[in-house]
């Protein structure tokens, strides 16, 4: 029994030793930039010493030589391959496997230690990541959006790490058209870093309108206002939605002020738009007639003119629908030939005329034109109907 015992601790001591002394070769090529016989050295030490964790962490920072290796290579020839394409994925393994093996396992010195190499590698995959997206190489981007993200959060870098998450989403929902992960992702980001951005809670927002799901909605953006409170434009366009949405006219029109007030003229349309969904018609026009001074041949702006016409229109001709299918017929007679029926119309017709004046090749505007050209018995242009023809078979 004794012989075996010293048999083995003989045997332990050669090996380790071995495997020391074959660490030590690859420590002097990688102190002196021979890479490549490094990696040569390297497979040797692997292959004898598979379950040591000192021998997994000087393979780990032998791929990051070899990926610096080859971007030294880039640098001097642009059109160079890699020689060595996997090994920025190979050092996390390693890095990993390492970890797994021996929780303290301690570099030799000048090198990379388990928990500050993979540190080192998060930008790195986050450059393949996104030079993979470019490429429409789109689960190669998935997975390197991956590594990147881990080895952000273990460096403690949570802002960066959600916007890997953030970027991932976009992925999700842009090439793949996956909402439950898009939806996750998105989570995931605010969840890591909740003032990182507030797209994450745009986003989420109507992905939760889409779900009919207003408690998330509202959920979301009290959230959102409470943290960008200092930044809040981002955010005036859902909660308006959600307003709209909700049937909240007084809200509406406090936060409408608001945008109005920031002298965005961008978002006067956008305004407009929620105004008129929510029937608050006067206040549509007066912001679109305060705008439309500044700025006559505006096309945004002529053309919601006619939208709000043309809603108001249609508003009268529901309310009318209604009353003929409750048999109230002198009232649906009554709308039908109502004067603001027929103000709705020609009002309608004439701003969508104007904003076709400026743009005729806007899809939306060119059919309430012809619609009110049609109902108030006016001539509708060959020219129109081919515009609105092309646009519908496209």
Known sequence: MKKWMLVLVALFVSVSAFSQSCLDDVWQCLRSNQTPKAKKFMESCMASNPDNAAVWLMQANVNVHLYQYDLDKKQKDPSAAARYPSALEDAYNAFVKALELDPKVEPKTGMLGAIEGQKLLAEPFYEKAAAAASAGKVQDALKYYGLSAKCFELAKMKKNAAVVYLQTAILYNQKLNDKDNYEKMLAKCIETAPDVSEDAYVELYYLYKDKKDTVKCNDILTKAKKLFAEKPEKLYEPEMDYYAMTGNEEKLLETCDKVIATGDEAMVPICATYLTNAKSYAKAEKILT??????????????????RYAMEYYD?????????????WDEANSLFQSPERKNAMEKAHEWCEKAYQVNSDNLDNNRILREMKTLLNLPVPQELNDKINARMQN
């Open 290 to 307: 305060d705008a439309l001074a500044k700025n006559a041949n505006d096309f945004e702006l002529l053309k919601q003119m006619g939208y």
């Open 316 to 328: 009268i001709m529901d309310r009318r629908q209604t009353a003929m299918n409750t048999k109230h």
